[in-house]
């Protein structure tokens, strides 16, 4: 079987991996974490383009249905490039969308877009938010430290929830905001905890718009995977790549209860 392949620099495909399994059950997923080169937020453009590039010829010798590069930055900075260069249909994660419903839907206007050090201060990024600044108040807001959080695993662990309500106090100040934009896949892993702390406020989550993408374009080609055997419950559907030289990686998923093999 075909798989569709996802991977980024981190724990941060896990979200989409999870999303994946909830709307297309019937696919297999491969999974890469390109953990030696985290954060990609801190790559220049030229190594995320050599970064990137070497994940997604990697991944193509499992002859995918798609890739989907789980990684805002160098989905905004540098796919665009690399499909020239792939025959492989190639996905990102972008906040676009999310941003879009949020302006729409925001009674305040007041908007927190929820991303790495990097994204806040990247030029590039700062400008595709222009055409939205425009139309409601919306906020930057480095979340580097939920997103270490994330990364490192202290997310799963007792206290967590205290933890990152403590971090969100002195990012979250201002009582406008009624909308948040998730813009890193490792915050839609704490998507729960986050709309706990804010019932109020709507969190809108990129991840979902890509598996949507995704599962659109496999329906089209005739090629999502739907067919029903025996012992279907019974067959492991992510397949993980050098899971077995990364403990951290290993307990997190099993920690999510995910079932997976590695490769």
């Known amino acids: 079987m075909q ?12 979200s989409v991996i999870k999303v994946l ?20 937020g801190l790559k220049s453009r030229e190594e995320l383009r050599d970064i990137v590039g070497r994940g997604i010829r990697r991944l193509e010798g499992y002859d995918p249905k798609c890739i989907i590069v789980a990684s805002i930055t160098p989905s905004m900075l540098v796919l665009n490039d690399l499909r020239l260069a792939s025959s492989t249909p190639l996905f990102g994660v972008y906040p676009h969308n999310s941003l879009a419903r949020a302006v729409e839907s925001s009674s305040s206007k007041g908007i ?21 600044m ?22 799963l662990q007792d206290g967590a929830e205290h933890a990152i309500a403590s971090i969100c106090s002195r990012l979250l100040k201002d009582a406008s905001i009624d909308s948040i934009v998730l813009g890193s896949t490792h915050l839609a892993l704490i998507e729960d905890a986050l709309q706990s702390l804010y019932p109020n406020i709507k969190i809108m989550n990129p991840v979902i718009d890509t598996v949507a993408r995704v599962k659109a374009y496999l329906e089209e080609h005739g090629i999502l995977t739907r067919e029903k055997g ?7 559907r992510l397949s993980v790549l050098d899971v077995d030289k990364d403990e951290h990686l290993s307990s997190t998923l099993k920690r999510l209860g995910l079932r997976f093999r590695p490769i």
């Open 3 to 14: 798989p569709i392949c996802v991977f980024d620099s981190g724990l941060g495909s896990i």
């Open 21 to 40: 399994m909830d709307e297309m059950p019937k696919e297999h997923i491969v999974y890469f974490a390109d953990r030696s080169n985290y954060p990609y």
């Open 112 to 132: 927190a877009v929820l991303a790495s050090r990097a994204v806040v201060r990247s030029v590039d990024l700062h400008d595709t938010f222009k055409a939205y």
């Open 134 to 155: 425009s139309r409601a108040n919306i906020t930057l807001v480095d979340a580097t430290e939920l997103i270490d959080m994330v990364e490192s695993g202290r997310f």
């Open 230 to 236: 025996e012992e279907e419950e019974e067959k492991v």
